[in-house]
Each structure stands twice: as C-alpha cells, then as structure tokens.
C-alpha cells in the first residue's frame, strides 16, 4: 500500500467555487493544486501530471470544454487519459452529454455535496485492484 497523496488540479475561474471544494477536499490526503483559468490550467496539468483534474465549465477566454479538448489531444499518454470530470451549473442532460462526448469522464453539477464529491474523486483515484 503507497502513502502517495492523490493529486488533483482544481480549474475554475470563481473564488467561491475553489474554496468550496478546497473545504470539501482539504482533511483528506489530497495535493490540491489551483488554477483560474484554462490556460493556466492545461499549464500546471503539463507541469505536475495530477491524478484528477475537477474542471469548471464556463470560464471566460478558453472554456472548460476546450482545456478537455486540448487534454485528449494531448501527445502525452497521462494528460490524454487523465479523468476529468467537469463541474457544471447546468443540471440539464444536453450538458452533461456535451460534456461527455469532447471526452469528460464524468461529469458533476453544482451545487454539490462531500459526499457526492468524495464520491467522484475516489472512483477515478484509486489503483485497479
């Protein structure tokens, strides 16, 4: 068993959002690292290899569905088949298949519980058995 902490790479250009899930993921053995911005965002992903990228949908200037995009077409094997999940306020399911078909993981609406995050974060951070 490794003592390795999960590295998740946090994209959203609001404030509140990071902070929210800063709270809802920070007693856990996770590395949480920021970003405001897609550009910012594919950067640090290049840089630091995370386990997980939580990726906010709207953003202004390059959207999340264009960071997803740009990580699927990746040279790079570990950003081209890293989990993404997307973090979206639209609860309607045009979204959530959009979302999926430029090559998101999963994808999870706002507003959102621990649990329900916790959730999503361990199902595509823990080894194959």
Not at 37 to 55: R, T
Not at 88 to 116: M, Q, Y
Request: hydrophobic share 45%; proline share 8%.
């Amino acid at each position: 068993m490794t003592d390795k902490k999960i590295t998740i790479l946090i994209v959203d250009d609001e404030i509140v959002s990071r902070y929210t899930m800063e709270a809802l993921l920070e007693s856990d053995n996770f590395t949480l690292v920021f970003a405001e911005n897609g550009i910012q965002g594919l950067e640090k992903a290049e840089a630091m290899k995370p386990d997980l990228i939580l990726l906010d949908v709207m953003m202004p200037g390059m959207n999340g569905f264009e960071v997803c995009r740009r990580l699927r077409a990746n040279p790079n094997p570990h950003l081209a088949n890293l989990p993404v999940v997307m973090v979206t306020a639209w609860d309607d399911p045009t979204a959530r298949l959009r979302c999926l078909e430029i090559g998101a993981t999963e994808v999870i609406c706002k507003p959102f519980n621990r649990a329900e995050l916790h959730n999503l974060v361990n199902t595509f951070t823990q080894p194959p058995p």
